[in-house]
């Protein structure tokens, strides 16, 4: 089995989803790195200032090193946060005052005296975490040279909640810019795919018999789709006109050697005087009449269906299309002395429809009646206007129904059970209740009364 | 009435013609457009029955260059065509009726009759015996003052008597002529016809006599 393909919009928002994802990570990584060490950065600064200060406090002296501690140098420690400050001062690698078990830095001693600036670093002390600032500086004492590191401490916790602070700032920023690229991903990949679907839509609603080659504006890149599209429409178009040519010449070459059958048959049958030989002629005419009454309507039918389709609709006047088709029949009518009486054609009504496919309707409303009616009877047709409807009645004096009703007789070549030696393909009615259908009319069958069937076809007015 | 067949197979021309000259109609026969004009240049005609598949050209095209040039023969188009868009265009193009290939010829007779009806074609048909002067064309007999219209099957069935007075004609022949191949007709029903013909022929002198076990025969006096 194959796998169904990915919807393009689908896979463009998954990938634009997911570029959105990772840049939303990177923002928010790095703003905590550079927030931390912006936090990180003010502290050292401060911790400096004040090694610094008590560095320079430092006094040498005959017995020892001494020292007066600056105490505003705490004091601008403890304003920045409530952090703990401690300090260690040792004297020649000796504790000299503070605690002394602050951790001393990793370099040694000589390092750190030889630097003027303050070496920081961060280590667990007691409970907590620590930074610490260390700087050291040679104090004489008699007039011999002592290294002495001045360390100042701070706890953390302010700098941790600046922190947690930033990080929740540039969580929300990580998720806001996410959610803004997810917005504008789906805006994308619909602003994207609107040709596709464009050209999808204007192909869509064409009508199955629309073959005229795709012209819609579309971008480069749909190009070669639309010409293969329209590669397909010519050559569809091409097979169609050469089946329509096919029929056509098939129509020719089928019906002009009928044509001969049929008059060789009828000038045998003249000059014949055996009983048998004119049963068989006769037979053969029927024959004749029946196979071309059935290519008729089969070509009728097509017709129809092939028209229905795309219903070339336009104003329609009923009562000259009811009086040319009337008088068309007039001489078959003629032929069984029947009278054709047409009423209701003096004013025009109008209906919107496809001209050919509403006079095939009727021719083939009139042939049934025509067929079915016993000689020297009279056809009545006629035109009215009931409500928004126009209504076409042809009642006839025939056979009538046998109890079969419209829907039942409009099937595919069925034929009334009464129908007996009359020539038909069945497809008649069908025809009429298509052509009904397609222009949103009504057809219906009802027995007449004193007899006969009476055929209403009515149309929506225009 | 006096025909020009227009067709291009040479077998269905054969027989339409042989089948009209049964009727007793004349026949010119045309298989290519240039014999068309030919024959049209050299006689007239009651009317054109014309192919629309011809070897030099479409029917179609010669119709409506007949109808600009404004000659007016009566032509009724024979197509293979059954279609009705083409049924509507041949009208369309000045035709003054079709029929479709096979016809039934008695329907074929009908049209032509009604076309050169419509035309007001004052054709030299009417046929005068005894008393009774016949108008195919409209449908009517005179006997005396009197104008009697015939409905089809009288019309036809004096048409078919008239044209050999005195000859005795068959009940098949005349069956044949006057229902369609698809009806099954008794005696009986030709009884009706001749019954009711015998009342419009009344006063004329003209008598359809019946030939026990044979058929009919239009005698006079």
Not at chain 1, 226 to 253: C, D, K, M, Q
Request: charged share 25%; net charge neutral.
């Amino acid at each position: 089995m194959r796998r169904a393909a990915l919807s393009l919009r689908l896979r463009l928002v998954i990938q634009l989803f997911g570029i959105a994802a990772v840049l939303a990570i990177v923002l928010y990584l790095t703003v905590r790195t550079v927030a931390d060490q912006a936090a990180e950065a003010t502290q050292d600064g401060v911790l400096g200032a004040a090694t610094l200060a008590i560095a320079e406090r430092l006094q040498g002296g005959e017995v020892g090193v001494g020292l007066d501690l600056p105490y505003e140098a705490f004091s601008i420690l403890g304003s920045i946060s409530a952090d703990r400050v401690f300090y260690r001062i040792d004297a020649d690698g000796v504790p000299l005052t503070g605690y002394d078990d602050l951790p001393r830095p990793d370099q040694g001693g000589g390092e750190i005296a030889a630097s003027v600036a303050p070496v920081f670093y961060t280590r667990p002390f007691r409970d907590t975490e620590v930074r610490i600032a260390a700087v050291g500086r040679t104090v004489l004492v008699a007039r011999r040279p002592v290294p002495v590191m001045v360390m100042v401490a701070q706890t953390r916790q302010g700098q941790e909640a600046i922190a947690a602070r930033v990080a929740n700032r540039a969580a929300a920023l990580g998720l806001g810019s996410f959610a803004l690229a997810a917005a504008l991903s789906l805006l994308t990949a619909g602003s994207v795919l609107r040709p596709i679907n464009r050209l999808a839509e204007a192909v869509g609603r064409r009508g199955p018999n629309d073959l005229r080659a795709v012209d819609h504006p579309t971008p480069v890149e749909l190009r070669p789709l639309v010409f293969s599209l329209n590669g397909f429409i010519a050559r569809l178009r091409g097979a169609l006109s050469r089946t329509e040519t096919f029929i056509a010449e098939a129509a020719h070459h089928i019906r002009t050697p009928l044509a001969t059958v049929r008059a060789r048959a009828e000038i045998a049958l003249r000059q014949s005087r055996s009983e048998p030989t004119r049963e068989a002629l006769r037979a053969v005419i029927r024959a004749v009449e029946e196979s071309s009454r059935s290519a008729g309507q089969l070509l009728d039918h097509a017709t129809v269906i092939y028209r229905s389709d795309r219903l070339t609709e336009a104003p329609v006047d009923l009562a000259p299309l009811i009086d040319g088709v009337a008088a068309g029949f007039a001489p078959t009518a003629d032929l069984k002395d029947l009278a054709l009486r047409v009423a209701g054609t003096e004013a025009p009504v109008i209906v919107q429809g496809d001209r050919p496919l509403l006079e095939s309707a009727l021719r083939n409303l009139l042939d049934n009646a025509v067929k079915y009616s016993p000689e020297e009877t009279a056809i009545d047709l006629t035109l009215a206007r009931d409500g928004g409807q126009a209504v076409i009645t042809v009642a006839d004096r025939g056979r009538g129904l046998s109890g079969e009703g419209a829907a039942q007789l409009s099937e595919r070549f069925r034929r009334g059970s009464n129908a007996g030696d009359v020539v038909g393909s069945g497809l008649g009615l069908t025809i009429v209740s298509e052509v009904a259908a397609a222009h949103g009319g009504l057809f219906e069958l009802d027995e007449r009364e004193g007899g006969g069937t009476c055929a209403r076809f009515s149309l929506p007015l225009a | 009435m006096r025909f020009l067949l227009v067709e291009d197979n040479a077998d269905l021309a054969a027989s339409v013609a042989e089948r009209l000259r049964l009727d007793g109609h004349g026949v010119d026969r045309a298989a290519t457009l240039a014999e068309t004009r030919d024959c049209l240049a050299a006689a007239s005609y009651d009317l054109i029955l014309l192919d629309i598949s011809l070897p030099d050209g479409d029917g179609r095209d010669f119709l409506a260059a007949e109808r600009r040039a404004g000659r007016d023969t009566p032509i009724i188009v024979m197509t293979a065509r059954a279609a009705v868009v083409d049924r509507v265009d041949v009208l369309d193009l000045g035709a003054d009726d079709y029929v479709t290939k096979p016809f039934d010829f008695a329907e074929l007779e009908a049209r032509c009759r009604a076309v050169l009806r419509r035309r007001g074609v004052a054709l030299q048909t009417v046929q005068q015996f005894a008393g009774l002067i016949f108008n195919p064309l409209n449908a009517t007999v005179r006997v005396g003052d009197e104008l009697r219209e015939l409905r089809n099957r009288e019309l036809r069935l004096l048409e078919i008597l008239m044209a050999a007075p005195g000859r005795i004609f068959s009940k098949n022949q005349i069956c044949d002529r006057l229902f369609s191949y698809a009806e099954s007709v008794t005696d009986n029903a030709i009884e009706v016809y001749v019954g009711r013909l015998r009342r419009k022929l009344d006063g004329s002198g003209a008598r359809i006599e019946t030939v026990r076990g044979i058929g009919y025969r239009l005698t006079a006096p």
